[in-house]
């Protein structure tokens, strides 16, 4: 059997990986994405790859993608370490330009780089590059919550900017026909939705249960993830979603799902009810969309509350996937 493509899912790296490695093992630490954990009491461990995105933007998704794990975690990031990898005779402009971006950012979280490993490869066809972010938790290490029925899914949008600004990087065409080539452009060169680590840290955390991060996989994924970890049934209401509007014109362009559309830079907050109003009004005094979107249910599955009908959640496919391969 092949493996597929893309992050591998919990029931995958459970059969797969798991088993083969020595693990931490601590049954009360909580990581809903499986790329970070907790270790050594306060100590938060996060490892991603930047890959399969227009190579001008590794350097800031170096730093974000690791340290926004650590962030959703209740952590505050600290350390990174770098591996840079890179098939041989790239341009050395390529290289000093990502880490010029790579040291702005991590300066902007006050990120110290502790090492790393840069080099040239045969069998590399494009970039590629590995951050480690290390982070510590305020206080006593945070222990897995009881998720009770009631409990609310708080979101934090505009969800679907991702797709969107990879596929006006990628595939402008595809924009061109709903968008003004103008507009498209500057969507195509804003990052500032994709930096929440200052907005997370902002945070009442003693309020907070949980987040999760919507990257790869978007929503449908996350509320997949949720429903794994807690062993609560979910109720969403879609209407109440806090979508980017110009990706939902798309979507619909494209006739995709927007719930499997990669989010990075949105994320779900788990709180009670009662603190779900304080925590919404910090997020948009942020400038950030954000709403209730959804409820824990005993029931053993989750719900889709559409305005004309209510389904379960289907599988679906990121449309990340299909593009990755334009990318040279």
Request: net charge negative; charged share 20%; aromatic share 10%.
């Amino acid at each position: 059997m092949s493996l597929p493509k893309g992050k591998l899912n919990l029931a995958e790296l459970k059969r797969l990986v798991f088993p083969l490695l020595p693990r931490v093992q601590d049954p009360g630490t909580v990581t809903l994405d499986y790329g970070s954990t907790m270790v050594h009491g306060n100590l938060v461990v996060s490892t991603d790859p930047v890959i399969g995105i227009p190579h001008q933007f590794y350097g800031f998704f170096a730093v974000h993608y690791s340290a926004t794990d650590v962030a959703m975690a209740g952590a505050t990031p600290q350390y990174l370490a770098l591996g840079i990898y890179y098939p041989p005779n790239t341009e050395e402009t390529w290289l000093t330009d990502t880490l010029k971006q790579l040291g702005q950012e991590a300066e902007q979280l006050n990120l110290q780089i502790i090492g790393g490993h840069t080099g040239g490869y045969d069998g590399l066809q494009v970039p590629f590059i590995a951050t480690t972010c290390f982070g510590m938790l305020p206080g006593e290490p945070r222990q897995l919550p009881k998720i009770s029925p009631g409990d609310v899914i708080i979101a934090v949008g505009p969800i679907g900017r991702e797709t969107l600004w990879f596929v006006a990087n990628v595939e402008p065409s595809h924009i061109d026909s709903i968008l003004p080539r103008s507009q498209r452009e500057l969507i195509a060169k804003d990052l500032s939705v994709f930096s929440v680590v200052p907005i997370v840290q902002s945070l009442p955390q003693e309020q907070i249960l949980l987040m999760h991060d919507l990257a790869e996989g978007g929503l449908g994924l996350a509320l997949m993830e949720l429903f794994a970890t807690t062993g609560r049934g979910i109720t969403l209401q879609y209407e109440n979603v806090p979508w980017d509007e110009l990706g939902i014109r798309l979507f619909n362009y494209l006739n995709w799902d927007p719930l499997y559309c990669s989010s990075f830079g949105s994320f779900l907050i788990i709180a009670k009810p009662e603190s779900a109003d304080e925590l919404i009004k910090e997020i948009k005094e942020s400038g950030r969309k954000s709403d209730i979107i959804g409820t824990f249910t005993r029931k053993k599955r989750i719900i889709i509350e559409y305005p004309d009908q209510s389904k379960p959640l289907e599988p679906g496919t990121d449309p990340y996937q299909r593009f990755t391969s334009k990318i040279s």
